[in-house]
């Protein structure tokens, strides 16, 4: 597997896998519980992430080939809000940084299970687009839903004028949460990014020195 560029993100330590693999039981616990009480979104968001998670071990035929736990605790936050926070953590801007930490390791996944090669800045600019294109996304699925279906997840039930401009602004602060949850997350990878290769420096220059 290549781990040049952003595939350096991923990590082959023991004490990041116990992590790592302690909140993906987690995840998996936190699904089958929304499995039985029929919260199938939540359920396969959950899914989502621990499959995500499992894909490098998995490719790799190693356990301690994780991701940073980091990365999958940003991305299981909604979920652990739900069972952890008195007030569940699963706003529009929680749930955007989870999508931004999903967009990094699919990013991550790419660079290392495929032949696609990515910059760290590349990373970056994915995981903000990703966020807001998610965000459109869901929008125009539940706008058809409701159109076709006759559920209520985006238009109100009753659609008189004021309820749709309601709906409207909720709409609008909807997309400027994943805005700023895409701009949040790309800086804190940046950030990331660059420790990780700061760090990476200094332990090669004290190889090299030894």
Request: net charge neutral.
């Amino acid at each position: 597997m290549n781990r040049t560029g952003v595939g350096g993100l991923l990590e082959n330590e023991r004490r990041n896998a116990v992590l790592a693999w302690l909140l993906v039981g987690f995840v998996l616990v936190v699904a089958a519980g929304h499995l039985a009480t029929g919260s199938l979104l939540w359920a396969g968001f959950a899914v989502v992430v621990a499959v995500l998670a499992c894909l490098p071990p998995a490719v790799a035929r190693n356990l301690e080939a994780m991701l940073p736990w980091e990365v999958l605790l940003l991305a299981a936050l909604p979920l652990l809000g739900q069972v952890f926070a008195q007030v569940p953590v699963t706003g529009d801007i929680a749930a955007y940084l989870s999508v931004a930490a999903l967009a990094l390791m699919v990013a991550v996944e790419l660079h290392l299970l495929t032949p696609v090669e990515m910059s760290y800045r590349f990373a970056v600019a994915f995981v903000v687009i990703t966020t807001m294109a998610a965000a459109g996304v869901w929008a125009v699925v539940r706008y058809g839903s409701d159109l076709y279906l006759g559920t209520s997840l985006l238009l109100p039930p009753v659609r008189t004028e004021a309820a749709l401009e309601r709906a409207e602004r909720e709409l609008m602060i909807e997309f400027a949460a994943s805005f700023i949850a895409g701009v949040v997350a790309g800086v804190v990878f940046e950030f990331y990014f660059r420790r990780r290769k700061r760090a990476d420096a200094a332990a090669l220059g004290i190889e090299g020195g030894a």
